[in-house]
């Protein structure tokens, strides 16, 4: 069964930067396009960061652009976000998805960036 897990939250203040993982496992994941979304409190979960299944072409969500960056080893069935230049507004859970029979997400690791 496909399962993902997020790693690398945290407390980092402004400016800071962290660098998040999401393993996966119980598919091919070299076939799948993978995600990452965010959901700050009291707000719908976003899109962050989007990547295709052989990393060639990546895509962001305008709050993020170069300071974001998505990545993926699928030697090691692993896709991460780098985050730099974080500010306050970056504080969320920070989720990993893929779309194989259905939308699968992991449970998500929190983000928080003081000011």
């Known amino acids: 069964q496909v399962h993902l897990v997020e790693l690398g939250g945290g407390l980092v203040q402004a400016g800071g930067s962290l660098r998040l993982s999401c393993v996966a496992s119980?598919?091919?994941?070299?076939?799948?396009?993978m995600k990452w979304y965010r959901q700050a409190s009291g707000k719908e979960r976003e899109v962050v960061a989007t990547?295709?299944?052989?990393?060639?072409?990546?895509n962001y969500a305008d709050s993020v652009k170069g300071r974001f960056t998505i990545s993926r080893d699928n030697g090691k069935n692993t896709v991460y976000l780098q985050m730099n230049s974080l500010i306050p507004d970056d504080t969320a859970v920070y989720y990993c998805?893929?779309?194989?029979?259905?939308?699968?997400w992991g449970k998500g690791t929190l983000v928080t960036v003081s000011s």
């Open positions: 990547i295709t299944s052989a990393g060639g072409s990546t």
């Open positions: 119980g598919f091919a994941f070299n076939y799948y396009t």
């Open positions: 998805n893929t779309r194989v029979d259905r939308d699968y």
